[in-house]
């Protein structure tokens, strides 16, 4: 019989000794169900097993860390490199000097380097990021490539490198819980973490077609914000390729236009599915605007480019061109198609030619609920487009029932707690703001506050976006220490995201001005409008529409200050910056021109020029009666002080 002792595993923690009649050969030898021994045996094991499952799942997680730490020093982190997700031109015209540049920003180092390749749609950024990573494949250990032309997209994009990841290294801990169906948030929250780790500093990342960033106040929900996809680790490489300018990522790099015409043509001839572009119109086109380089895809970027910098007159005709050419080279359905509708909508309705806007909105709507479902990314975004506008036309209950549609459809698909469902929040705070439903619009802004705090960060974007719908909330309710306190807020908001030199500075610093001109400080809110001013002048130049809208409110503050001919100067240089910027076309339809006409005719009749006031007046007439009708109240007011006006001069 086998002595007690031997039946403990020398070292086990409290082991537990059954006793057997039998010997080394007989121990686990049993005549049937009905021996002693095997139900002693059976009996002990069910309980062994009944108890097995908490320290297996923690000898596991054991397993993983020291995995972890395995893998960080001993395993390799390359994966095999794929461009599988962009298209490769055969025709790349080499450049040899933004290579050189390129490899001397990112050549090896111990810290985070960034190149951004900004230069107009179609001009060749895109290509030639994908020949700098074919160039220089044996530098990194893994090469990742992001379309981020959209949120989703961008998404997209983390699944499949995840998937590579796996597959290539499937004891990878921070992909091990990833599957089919995990939440495309978890996914990129796994491979960022995979990329964060910290001998894993040899990859390379490109976001191609960053061309539309995330700004807060807009209820553009096509916009996407890329701090949400860069790696925490301060390491790795990152390529951006956009047609902005004013990033602010990483070092700049512009990829000039080719010098050689008849070359660039011939490149937007080979990207264009459309027949003729090398034809003598398009040529003349080209010759006629030398920043202009591209087929229908190229031209919508460069529309968006220009409708994100406000030049909206050029904007309207790239997005006019793009959608002509689309119409006849996909059909008037497609999804691309309808993409240039929704923007051209877009642009309409900053020009306050709302009917075409109308018309625009509701095709894309229509369109896309055809196409992609009531429930897509894309029809949500029509939706928003038309709740927008219908607010500005002050077709309230239309707006609220679009701005209710958006947020329960993003509610239902996306979460409550989701960036989408909270933007959509704030576009119906906006709507009962204006209702001067103040309680509510408090609630809703300080739920959708309280999602980003939690969701995002506190210093998010989004987040001091929403502080400042708060501010101006207070504002219009006459609370104006809370306004001050949100504005300020905000103010230190911007500067942790953006650093000190940002559009959204400096306009959270006029609307601040905004404040204190309400509250009776008109020194204090001349200083504020100043700094924004200097801010703008610095970042945009001289000929940057909030330049002009920044003027417009200095010359009320001159006013106040009993300053009329500083004040008049300060009117007649915003009103020939936006006649420059706007063109005699659109100009008089253009609602803060025709608040500066307004002003400068009033104070050129209380100073006795009044031929000029009168000139000035009857442009802000007309202007006001196009845009919204004789019936409306700024017409009538505006009705009432040219009539006085020229039965003074009479």
Known sequence: VVPRASAVVPGAPDPEPIGIHADHVNMIKFASRE???????????????????????????DEGRVDAVRINSDVSFSIVSSLSEVSETDHFVAREKEFEEMHEILKDGTSRRIVTLHGLGGIGKTQLAIAYSKAHRGDYSAMLWINIKDEF???????????????????????????????????????????????????????????????????????????????????????????????????????????????????????????????????????????????????HSVGSLYLFQRRLVEAKEMFQYALEGKEKAFGPKHISTLSTVNKLGRVYMVLNWFDKADEMFQRALQGFEQELGPM?????????????????????????????????????VLGPEHESTLNALCNLGKLYLKLERFDEAEKIYQRALEGMEKALRPAHESTVSTLCDLGFLYCVWERLDKAKKMYKWALQGYKKVY????????????????????????????????QALQGYEKVFGLEHRSIFDTLSLLGTV???????????????????????????????????????????????????????????????LVGTETIFGKESVRYQRCFKEYSKMRSDSQ
Not at 39 to 61: F, G, H, N, Y
Not at 575 to 584: F, S
Not at 594 to 619: I, P
């Open 35 to 61: 021996d002693h021994g095997y139900k002693t045996i059976s009996r002990c094991l069910r309980m062994m097993v009944q108890d097995a499952s908490d320290p297996i799942t923690s000898r596991w997680e």
């Open 499 to 530: 650093g000190l030199e940002h559009e959204l500075i400096f306009d959270t610093l006029k609307y601040l001005g905004g404040v204190y001109h309400t509250s009776g400080q008109p020194k204090k809110a001349g200083e504020m409008y100043q």
């Open 376 to 412: 897509h990314d894309l029809t949500l975004i029509a939706v928003q487009n038309l709740g927008d506008l219908y607010q500005d036309l002050d077709q309230l209950e239309k707006a609220e029932k679009m701005y209710q549609r958006g947020l329960q459809s993003y509610e239902k």
């Open 153 to 299: 997209s961008a998404k997209q994009s983390f699944s499949r490198i995840a998937r590579q990841i796996r597959k290539e290294h499937p004891s990878a801990p921070q992909l091990s819980a990833i599957d089919a169906d995990s939440h495309l948030d978890e996914v990129v929250a796994a491979v960022k973490q995979w990329l964060e780790q910290v001998k894993n500093t040899r990859w390379l990342m490109v976001f191609d077609n960053y061309d539309s960033p995330a700004v807060p106040n807009s209820s553009d929900l096509s916009t996407v914000d890329i701090q949400q996809f860069l790696p925490d680790a301060y390491h790795g490489s990152i390529v951006i390729t956009t047609t902005l300018s004013n990033l602010g990522i990483g070092q700049q790099m512009q990829v000039n236009k080719l010098e050689d015409i008849h070359d660039s043509l011939q490149i937007l001839s080979n990207a264009s599915p459309r027949e003729g572009l090398m034809n003598d119109r398009f040529r003349r086109f080209c010759k006629d605007r030398p920043d202009i380089r591209g087929g229908e895809e190229a031209l």
């Open 558 to 620: 001159y006013e106040n200050l009993g300053r009329p001919e500083k004040a008049k100067e300060i009117y007649q240089r915003a009103l020939r910056g936006y006649e420059q910027v706007l063109g005699e076309e659109t100009v008089d339809k253009d609602l803060p021109a025709l608040t500066v006409m307004e002003c400068l005719a009033s104070l050129l009749h209380r100073t006795r020029r009044v031929r000029e006031a009168e000139e000035l007046y009857s442009r802000a």
